[in-house]
């Protein structure tokens, strides 16, 4: 399904945002490699497939936001078919 040109939401600049998101995401990426964020890690993984195993029929997720993936990839490893989006180029 493609959207007509008139119905498309404008993009707006943000590449002064994009660099400073790549610095943020470089952060938290190497906060989870510290024992906290190990920790805090286990916590959320587990908090997802707890909430997660409460739609066992549904076999698609979508993450709005995804950052660098971290979560996708975990919850792809899991056996979901993940659709993960983020206004980052590289996402």
Same mark, same amino acid.
């Given at each position: 399904?493609?959207?007509?040109?008139?119905?498309?939401?404008?993009?707006?600049?943000?590449?002064?945002?994009?660099?400073?998101?790549?610095?943020?995401?470089?952060?938290?990426?190497?906060?989870?490699?510290?024992?906290?964020?190990? /920790?805090?890690?286990?916590?959320?993984?587990?908090?997802?497939?707890?909430?997660?195993? /409460?739609?066992?029929?549904?076999?698609?997720?979508?993450?709005?936001?995804?950052?660098?993936?971290?979560?996708?990839?975990?919850?792809?490893?899991?056996?979901?078919?993940?659709?993960?989006?983020?206004?980052?180029?590289?996402?």
């Amino acid at each position: 399904m493609s959207i007509p040109a008139s119905n498309a939401c404008p993009v707006p600049d943000i590449s002064r945002w994009l660099g400073r998101y790549s610095i943020g995401q470089l952060r938290v990426d190497a906060w989870y490699t510290t024992q906290r964020g190990r /920790r805090v890690d286990a916590a959320e993984r587990g908090l997802l497939l707890h909430l997660l195993g /409460r739609f066992h029929n549904a076999p698609h997720t979508v993450e709005v936001g995804c950052g660098t993936g971290h979560f996708a990839a975990f919850l792809a490893q899991h056996g979901l078919s993940m659709i993960a989006v983020d206004v980052h180029p590289q996402c």
